[in-house]
């Protein structure tokens, strides 16, 4: 077929056509892609897509959210914090990620109590949460504390000699109120005598280790608290209940005589027995993915003495090898069955709730220590965060969500030697032997046209 002139030149002009449509398709899908996307998570355990669950916190955020990453210049973690990020401002568009570089802002690191490089803050609407596991989970949960903790108000019980949230004494709470302020919880304080009216907004009521015996009036202020649906956080010391016979009564709990001992301290360097240590929780919201090792000082076990009114469920136990001694705690201590001493695993911990009129149900928790809180002991192991679930659970923020970890059971491929062989014998062999064949028969066949 000859080609004229003429025919020559619509060929150009579709070519032409073709060229400008075909650029046309492109810049439209350029702008399409800054507009929508869509990806696909090939991962076995899908651990590159944003949980369900995560999307649904981020929708209840209000107002924009920032994530500042304490990182030095290395490109793998700040990449790495990118890739954790990156799903959350795709669902929230105002949610934004700086990275500092610690070295070059040492006052800022000091006053926000950095203590590791990687570490993130997230700020949101004047309140602050930092987390050092760089994992959806603890994103998200703090996230949920930052959502919800404007709406609780923790009251204390003052006068009989309790632990202060605003006290700077060892015994004290302060820094564990100065954390729950920083949270957004609002922390106050109450005095039956000087307060015959216990505040009405408070979410919880909270009894810290009282060292001086309670009147029959307060206590009947506290049973009448109770009975309203109140929630309670009663922490008792070894010895005298203070009065509070009837308030343990009331809540079907009794507290077993003697301090709890646990030798296991010892293997970790800690020469004081009456240390109890819990590394294994029992199934509960409280203690939900909760793998931190706590330490009680000088803790007392308790026990369910009926379920009359409540629901009791243990979710602090100590090791099997401790048990409550009864005797003197100095020269050599052995358990002495003979002296009502009873072996563990023992309770440290009861959660208790009872159904209050529809759809509401009245938690209370008691425990057998308030020393693992106290401006002493709170940085040891998990007693910081353990303090916070509990009050986050008595207030019904049950926005703490439980999110699974995501395993990434894909990332390493294991071959046998020979599967490795033959991808080797393939790729090194075969397949450059395969080409050059076919390359060969092409240019043979050219030769012989």
């Known amino acids: 077929m000859k080609i004229d002139r003429h025919i020559h030149r619509q060929i150009r002009l579709q070519h032409l056509l073709f060229t400008a449509l075909f650029l046309i398709l492109v810049g439209l899908l350029a702008w399409l892609s800054q507009r929508y996307y869509t990806e696909w998570d090939w991962t076995a355990a899908g651990r590159h897509t944003l949980s369900e669950a995560s999307r649904k916190v981020l929708r209840t955020l209000e107002g924009p959210v920032t994530v500042t990453a304490y990182a030095r210049e290395d490109n793998q973690l700040r990449e790495r914090i990118r890739e954790l990020v990156l799903p959350y401002q795709r669902s929230k568009a105002d949610l934004k990620l700086v990275f500092v570089n610690p070295y070059l802002h040492p006052e800022k690191v000091r006053e926000l109590g950095i203590t590791m490089d990687g570490e993130l803050v997230i700020d949101y609407h004047q309140r602050t949460e930092k ?45 564990f109120g100065d954390n729950l302020r920083q949270r957004g919880v609002t922390v106050t304080t109450w005095n039956p005598v000087k307060e015959p009216k216990l505040p009405q907004d408070a979410s919880l009521l909270v009894i810290a280790s009282p060292r001086v015996t309670y009147l029959p009036g307060e206590v009947k202020l506290l049973k009448q608290y109770l009975e309203k649906g109140g929630n309670l956080w009663w922490m008792a010391e070894p010895g005298d209940l203070q009065g509070l016979e009837p ?24 020469s004081d027995p009456t240390f109890a240590l819990v590394v294994e929780y029992p199934p509960h919201p409280i203690t939900r993915n909760f793998q931190n090792l706590t330490l009680f000082p000088r803790a007392r076990a308790l026990k369910r003495a009926n379920e009359e009114n409540y629901i009791a469920v243990p979710f602090l136990r100590s090791l099997p090898r401790a048990w409550t001694e ?9 358990f002495d069955p003979d002296q009502g001493e009873q072996e563990g695993p023992l309770t440290l911990g009861l959660a208790l709730t009872r159904e209050r009129g529809q759809d509401q149900e009245q938690r209370v928790v008691a425990m057998g220590d308030g020393d693992f809180l106290t401006n002493t002991y709170l940085g040891n192991g998990g007693n910081l965060d353990l303090g916070l679930n509990i009050v986050q659970w008595l207030s019904h923020n049950d926005r703490l969500i439980d999110i699974p970890a995501k395993t990434a059971p894909d990332t390493q491929l294991q071959l046998s030697s020979l599967a490795l062989a033959l991808i080797g014998l393939g790729f090194l062999v075969l397949l450059p032997l395969t080409l050059l064949s076919a390359g060969l028969l092409i240019w043979w066949r050219r030769r012989r046209i």
Do not use: C, M
């Open 247 to 270: 308030l343990a009564e009331a809540l079907g709990v009794r507290w077993l005589p003697g301090v709890v001992v646990d030798p296991t301290g010892s293997a970790l360097g800690i």
């Open 131 to 175: 987390i050092h596991d760089l994992s959806e989970t603890a994103l998200t949960n703090a996230l949920v504390r930052l959502a919800g903790s404007g709406e609780q108000k923790v009251v204390f019980v003052t006068g009989h000699g309790e632990r202060s949230p605003e006290g700077e004494a060892n015994f004290d709470l302060g820094r």
């Open 326 to 334: 009864r005797g003197p705690l100095e020269g050599e201590i052995r």
